[in-house]
């Protein structure tokens, strides 16, 4: 007969190869789960850019903006569920776009003195792209902090993608890369929460995941 101690040995071999096999079929299907979710947010970015990049129908500049950011978030919602939830601004939990400000452009260059809300601008402006973001809310050579290339991402709108990924949180950035607007930015960024306990590049449980895609507005392309 067996030992107790032989008895033990096999029950402790058991739990480690049982505790094994359930970490490995765990991590196949977190990896499986991850490939899904990162082919969701890519297409969700494309969903946003379309909307984003359509004729504006107002005369606030910033209103294709938000309805971009916000067919985002409607895509994200059955791609990343459970792994993460999408916000449009995650510091307020309002719209990123409500408060910009805009600014009365004349061949390219802001005209001082014209500055007012995005969403106060009249239709008898003088005309639909005479009023548009302020230079620091352009992802582009306008923008006063973008020094050469295309500077994607320099728009202080963009500024929520840009910081360190967190888990189960996704922020979703958009914006004109001009004005008149040639192109629209969109940025989704953050962390995934893992269902494999190990220690990812951002810390315990979180898989960075990024998308980026710049798109012509379709009124110039």
Known sequence: MRSRA??????????IGVAIFLLATLGAVQLGLLALAEEGVQSATLAGARVASGSPASTDPTLSLEQGALAVRA???GEVAGMASAALCPSSGASCWNALECVRYQSGVPEPGTQEPCAAVRSDAGGLYSYGPLPTDLDGPQNPRCGHGDCFGVAATMAP?????AAGRLSICVAFTSWPPRAVD????GGLRSIVPWVGSAGPGTIPVASRLRLAVETFS
């Open 161 to 165: 993608c840009a910081a360190a990924a």
């Open 75 to 77: 895509a994200l919602a």
């Open 6 to 15: 032989e008895r033990g040995q096999s029950m402790v071999e058991l739990a």
């Open 186 to 189: 969109v940025w989704v960024s």
